[in-house]
């Protein structure tokens, strides 16, 4: 989880599906972004200093000395890099809003040594994570609950011998903690870094406890004892080297924790070990070292300082939704012999017919698998501007899938690609429903999961489509249709080939759900297992399927259900990386998906929204930042017409964007760390028996 800047500014396909929970850990080392600029843990560095929150949920504001308290919070209470959520625990972990509320509670932890009680909280890879410790182990699990937590050190770097405490993060993903060697009883403590990614543990500092790694992941603050065998704070190097003492004097100090600028260091003070203790809660200022008391005496243990970064809300559009399609992939991939920061090169592109979605929606989940854009194009010969597209993106030899037989793109469609000097590959069936089964096997000759959703259920099928394609080159499953709640004999006769012991049959909507339960399938045993996503609506519908696909995402796309052809473009730029979201007004943010982004606020700081204002106004747009983050008046809002970075000019609200705003922001795109691996399916399994 540790690299260089250069490599963080690569853009990486999420590696192949995990559909254990172990897999999992592996997956979040690629800090895969969206289009942009480098990926960091904690969003742009420095942060805004908010407030500083204690156990029980006490708060203080240290510009003021105001006190409050947030309802629902327990012990080892700790901030989201971004101050939108805190987690803390009371029994178990729980998460709640800055507020109290819309709490989530995570599931009991699975595979540690003991039952001990947990402790020693923080957020890990821009909150989609939280590490902590419990019985002397350390364990992790995504902050949405979206499968119980695990140990997080494999067993030969987490013996039973040692007792492992205090994690803290840093921004590339190194973990560092108190270790002791004899267990946790054991006087002698030193501070240790886990590198994830080389699975190796290192020790950083010897004769330290409590570490916390700075906002910048430069530096560790620790607690050791002085001469006089009184706790102070120190900081060091990463590397342990430029060791200063930042406390002095009889005091005892404790619990180390960074302000989000990194220029001051709060912890808890003591006067004494004893009955006798004064307690308060102080802060030293790095540069000048002043020490400097924050609320009263009954602020609590164990400060945490409250991070503002800022989340981003992007546009990506065209003059029109076809055009949409067009700007999404000039967004999404280089230009030939080009490699900018954050963009992809391609291997393939797919076309499809710009008015006829029952043909369209199966391509992104193609798309992610061949690594390349999708592209819409009239039915009787390629646009100028896909043409342009085409040549701007793919080498020449390279292969162009066309979705749909002649009656749906043209012959002369595939004379003009060829023409262009790439290979076309046609793609079809004699009706969509057929067509979608070439595709998936396209995709996978032994699939390991396959979407069912209904031909004429665009919205669900293009969510599935996003799911299916978001393991990039390693995607192994694809999306094919049913006619309503019927199974046509071509996606029945497919279906029948596969094995629903090896292969996860998952049907999208109560139509495509009757029409698997309905069929016979010779081949199958009289008892198999299907999984089923429901909803009432196109935004529920979607909700459940990233609820479903995604564990913890740290971003997510957004489409207007009254445009089909915005939702091809948002998933087939996407699909890599984040769920799409669909919402049923173009005005204000579906209800469904206000929630879920209330839910996912710790980890999603990134959504893409894609078509005019018309399609998604900056109303909902408005909502949706104001949703992931701490406030609205912590988010950006970055727009990109035709896909192209604005000019560099300082930076607007949100909810001023525009469709001829081609200027007022940042030069870079936003990032976020992507979509995990799968999460443990097993819980949502469901028989039926013929």
Not at 82 to 94: E, H
Not at 340 to 354: H, Y
């Amino acid at each position: 989880m540790t690299r260089g800047v250069d490599n963080l500014r690569l853009f990486t396909r999420r590696r192949s599906a995990a559909l254990a929970t172990m897999a999992v850990l592996a997956a979040a080392g690629t800090l895969a972004a969206a289009p942009g600029a480098v990926a960091d843990d904690a969003g742009p560095w420095p942060g805004t200093e908010g407030r500083i929150l204690s156990d029980g949920g006490a708060l203080v504001d240290p510009a003021t000395g105001t006190v409050g308290r947030i309802p629902n919070v327990g012990s080892y209470a700790t901030w989201a890099p971004d101050g939108s959520r805190l987690a803390s625990v009371s029994g178990q972990i729980s998460t709640v809003l800055p507020n109290g509320t819309k709490k989530i509670v995570l599931p009991w932890a699975e595979g540690l040594r003991s039952s001990a009680p947990y402790e020693d909280l923080t957020f890990w890879f821009g909150g989609r994570y939280i590490v902590f410790a419990s019985g002397g182990q350390l364990a992790y699990g995504p902050s949405d609950a979206a499968w119980a937590p695990v140990p997080l050190l494999p067993a030969n770097l987490e013996p039973a011998t040692v007792c492992d405490s205090e994690p803290s993060v840093a921004p590339s993903g190194l973990v560092a903690f108190e270790r002791r060697a004899g267990g946790c009883g054991a006087d002698a403590a030193g501070v240790y870094v886990f590198d994830s990614v080389k699975k190796t543990v290192k020790l950083a500092v010897a004769d330290a406890e409590q570490p916390a790694w700075s906002p910048d992941g430069t530096k560790l603050a620790f607690v050791r004892e002085d001469s006089d065998g009184n706790p102070q704070i120190f900081t060091a190097n990463a590397d342990g080297t430029d060791l200063q003492q930042r406390t002095t004097g009889p005091r005892r100090f404790a619990n180390p924790s960074w302000s989000p600028t990194g220029k001051r260091i709060v912890f808890d003070a003591h006067t004494s070990p004893n009955s006798d203790d004064v307690h308060t809660t102080e802060y030293v200022d790095l540069a000048t070292g002043d020490l400097t008391k924050v609320g009263d005496t009954a602020t609590g243990d164990n400060p945490n300082w409250q991070p503002l970064r800022k989340n981003t809300v992007s546009r990506v559009w065209g003059a029109n939704a076809y055009l949409t399609a067009t700007a999404s992939s000039r967004w999404t991939w280089n230009a030939i012999g080009e490699s900018r920061p954050g963009l992809m090169t391609a291997k393939s592109a797919v076309l499809v017919n710009q008015d006829d979605p029952a043909y369209a929606v199966t391509a992104p989940a193609l798309a992610g698998r061949k690594a390349g854009p999708v592209l819409m194009t009239p039915k009787t010969g390629l646009s100028s501007t896909t043409k342009a597209e085409l040549k701007r993106t793919l080498k020449p030899g390279l292969p162009v899938y066309l979705v749909g037989s002649t009656s749906v793109l043209a012959a002369t469609v595939a004379t003009q690609v060829k023409a262009l000097g790439y290979t076309p590959v046609r793609l079809t069936g004699a009706d969509p429903y057929a067509t979608s089964v070439t595709v998936a096997k396209t995709i996978s000759s032994a699939p390991k999961y396959v979407f069912l959703a209904g031909g004429a259920e665009y919205r669900a099928a293009l969510s599935a489509a996003s799911a299916a394609g978001s393991d990039g080159a390693a995607s192994a499953g694809g999306v094919v249709l049913t006619n309503g709640t019927k199974l046509p004999a071509s996606t029945q006769s497919y279906l029948n080939s596969l094995n629903p012991d090896k292969t996860m049959i998952i049907t999208v909507g109560a139509a495509a759900k009757y029409a698997l339960t309905h069929a016979s399938f010779s081949r199958w045993p009289s008892t198999y297992s299907y999984y089923p996503i429901s909803g009432t609506t196109d935004p529920s519908i979607s909700v459940a399927i990233a609820m479903f696909w995604w564990s913890a995402p740290g971003q997510t796309a957004l489409a207007y259900s009254g445009s089909w052809r915005d939702g091809v473009s948002a998933a087939s730029a996407m699909n890599v990386f984040a769920p799409l979201l669909w919402t049923s007004s173009a005005a204000v943010l579906s209800p469904e998906v206000n929630n879920y982004l209330q839910r996912e606020s710790a980890g999603v700081n990134f959504t893409a929204a894609f078509g005019v204002n018309g399609s998604i106004s900056p109303a909902a747009l408005n909502t949706a930042g104001a949703t992931m983050s701490a406030g609205s008046a912590y988010v950006e809002y970055v727009p990109y017409f035709n896909g192209v970075i604005p000019p560099a000019a300082g930076q607007t609200s949100f909810a001023q964007g525009t469709d001829d705003d081609r200027t007022a922001a940042p030069a870079q795109r936003p990032v976020a760390p992507a979509g995990d691996a799968h999460r443990n399916m097993a819980p949502l399994k469901t028989l039926h028996r013929q």
